[in-house]
């Protein structure tokens, strides 16, 4: 029998492509930090710092994937930014803590290794890590023919923050008579694309030919860690949510204690043009709000003598905006009227 009939390779797992992938990642990350190459790409494990100046420091760690944005990207043949959503979508959650992200993995799983492909989406991830303020550490790449359909893949990305036990944040924090505020989303983010492909092909939508969704479906998910950071920094807010998943009510509710409600005037919400188009094309209020952030991609909840010392620490283009309250009532959340959609 030959010897060589049966090969790894064969089986469609090229042990080369991935070692050339993994130098790539190595020398590409440590680039950007004007480092050497990074000796924790590549090996069995990463080892990390902890800050010295924490006096009393506690673990956040954060998981999750960027869901089936991935098909958007795929259909555009463009993967230069969900490497940035992924990290978004984990450090977002871990600053809701109070927690700055230290280090950052990635996991991609693929049918077959395309360097081209991959090479894009790992330098999205290494932007993504830069705007965090925190380092690619490391990741695990698999190449699984068989398990994808041919240029099919799916990426997660774990983060691990570290917050001073002192300043935590937590519902406990919020009182009567704080304010809500809205900070900007950039978009969707990475949330609701399950739904926006059904319209898409419901409605025989060619994206390729269409510059406007072309852009906004892409676009990447803003990263808010370097301003909500320093808000915390300065004892500015007492909590604060990421808004994802589940929409404004959902994601609102799980920073709010029992005996208060969040009251909220969707009247007062800026809801960017994408937002308006999905629901011109049949998607409803309801599922608007239960399914995508609506223009407010994150909330803090402040003291009111506190809110004009925020808006400096942000730009123009998501300067925060006032959108309810904190009352006394069980209900936690309360929607009060309607968004104006442009």
Known sequence: MNKNLFT???SGVNIKAADSFINFISSVSSKKRGKKKNSNIGGFGSISNIPKHIKNPKIVACTDGV???IE???NLNKFDTIGI???AMSVNDLIVQGAKPLLFLDYISINKINLVKMKSIIKGIIIGCKKSQCELVGGETAEMPGTYEKGKFDIAGFAVGIVDNKKILSKDKVKINDLIVAIPSSGLHSNGYSLVRYLLQKKKINLKKNKFLRTELIRPTKI???EVLKLIDKNLINSCANITGGGLSENIKRIIPKNLVAEIDLNKIKAPKIFSWLKENGISNYEMLKTFNCGVGFC?????KKFNK????FTKLFKPYIIGKISKGNNKVKLNGSINWI
Do not use: F, M, R, W
Request: glycine content about 4%; overall charge positive; charged content about 25%.
């Open 85 to 87: 959503d992924l990290v």
């Open 310 to 313: 925020i808006s400096k620490h």
């Open 224 to 226: 808010y860690v370097k």
């Open 8 to 10: 790894y390779k064969k």
């Open 67 to 69: 869901g089936t944005k």
């Open 72 to 74: 958007i990207a795929n």
């Open 300 to 304: 803090l909840v402040v003291n009111p």
